[in-house]
């Protein structure tokens, strides 16, 4: 099989992921749960990956690391955590679901909710980021690049928007955490919300948010924590204020040996590989008779997809075909992003969405253009 469905998981892990994962099962206990010698292994990894993923993010202060269990449990914390009836919170057309629905939720007990349109390629006008903003503003949520577009977000740009007015900056970081350098401290993000199954190479099951200090956040659960057994309340204190429960200690251990293998390699040489497929592959079908491409690719600075239709045929019946003839796996149809489907005008048909990995090989591109030519042939 040939994959090509990365921005929905990388499936092809380094081999060092999956050692850890096996040897923490091995031998790892529950963290905070015990003085023995297992218990304390698992309080060991789990605080060196927290360690570590504060400083691959530029953050000051590991305590302000939290693991969650993916990109939709960050945002659900944070949007469900900081917004109250009456704020005002600011979003774009480009997002996901994940983002989407707790802000509709929060919109139905009184959040007011300004959605930045996209034109045609998938791109936001950062101007209209600053004309939305309104006495009650209190934050910009947005995505640091679409995952089905690839068009990549300026963060940097957004969040000098949003500390010149006072706001706050959420960002969630599903499709570039690992491929692209991220800052908290220099793009000015103040909730940072990753997963770790996509580009940080982990297993799936992990992912978690860097809050800044001076944030204060509305746990979304409250439980077991392994201190203050006795008070009714769960501790305030970070990380644990927001990691109530048994953590994936044996996902951790795997996402601090895929980092690790991000540092060696080089987040450059990924970011440099991937785009380098996806140029091969946008440049063999962007011509090809009653093929559309979808997104801004005027810069290939930019995630690693290429989404695209092939005349009115639905992008769920071309998906099929990729694999029952060519086995290539790709994903079609709405790729939980409602809006941007909107502005794109393929709400009916969806798009077929190719997303490359920093393993994919030449050969391997060049049969997904060849399938992509044969297809659109008969």
Do not use: W
């Not at 850890?20 to 206990?29: D, E, F, L, P, T």
């Not at 809050?211 to 956040?217: A, D, F, L, P, S």
């Not at 798009?351 to 393993?359: I, L, T």
């Amino acid at each position: 099989m040939i994959y090509l469905d990365n921005a929905a998981t990388t499936m092809q892990k380094p081999e060092e992921v999956i050692e850890a994962v096996v040897q923490a099962m091995h031998s790892m206990g529950n963290a905070g749960r015990g003085a023995h010698s297992a218990s304390l292994e698992a309080s060991r990894t789990i605080y060196d990956t927290r360690e570590l993923l504060c400083r691959f993010f530029g953050g000051t202060d590991p305590r302000r690391l939290v693991f969650t269990s993916n990109s939709t449990e960050s945002l659900n914390i944070a949007i469900k955590g900081l917004f109250e009836p009456g704020d005002h919170v600011i979003t774009t057309m480009l997002e996901h679901n994940s983002v989407l629905r707790p802000l509709y939720e929060m919109e139905k007990r009184g959040v007011e909710l300004t959605i930045i349109p996209a034109d045609k390629k998938g791109v936001i006008d950062y101007n209209d980021i600053e004309k939305a903003i309104r006495p009650n503003t209190k934050a910009v949520v947005c995505t640091h690049g679409s995952n089905l577009t690839g068009n990549l977000v300026d963060i940097e740009r957004i969040g000098k928007i949003t500390r010149k007015n006072g706001l706050l900056l959420v960002v969630d970081a599903s499709q570039t955490a690992g491929v692209f350098p991220i800052d908290v401290e220099k793009m000015q993000i103040d909730v940072l919300c990753f997963t770790g199954h996509k580009g940080l190479l982990g297993p799936q099951g992990t992912g978690g948010m860097y809050v800044k200090e001076g944030i204060q956040i509305r746990p979304l659960k409250s439980g077991g924590s392994g201190v203050q057994t006795y008070s009714k309340s769960h501790p305030a204190e970070m990380p644990t204020a927001l990691e109530a429960g048994t953590m994936n200690g044996h996902g951790i251990a795997g996402l601090h040996a895929a980092v690790e293998y991000i540092q060696r390699t080089g987040i450059d040489q990924i970011r440099k590989r991937e785009q380098e497929c996806m140029k091969r592959f946008y440049e063999g079908v962007i011509q090809v008779p009653g093929v559309k491409v979808y997104g801004d690719f005027d810069d290939m600075n930019r995630c690693a997809i290429v989404s695209l239709n092939i005349g009115d045929y639905d992008s769920s019946e071309v998906s099929d075909e990729l694999l029952t003839e060519y086995r290539i796996s790709t994903r079609p149809g709405a790729h939980c992003a409602p809006l941007m489907h909107e502005a794109l005008g393929t709400v009916e048909q969806g798009a077929v969405r190719f997303s490359f990995s920093h393993f994919t090989t030449d050969e391997e591109v060049d049969t997904a253009i060849k399938a992509i030519r044969e297809l659109a042939e008969e």
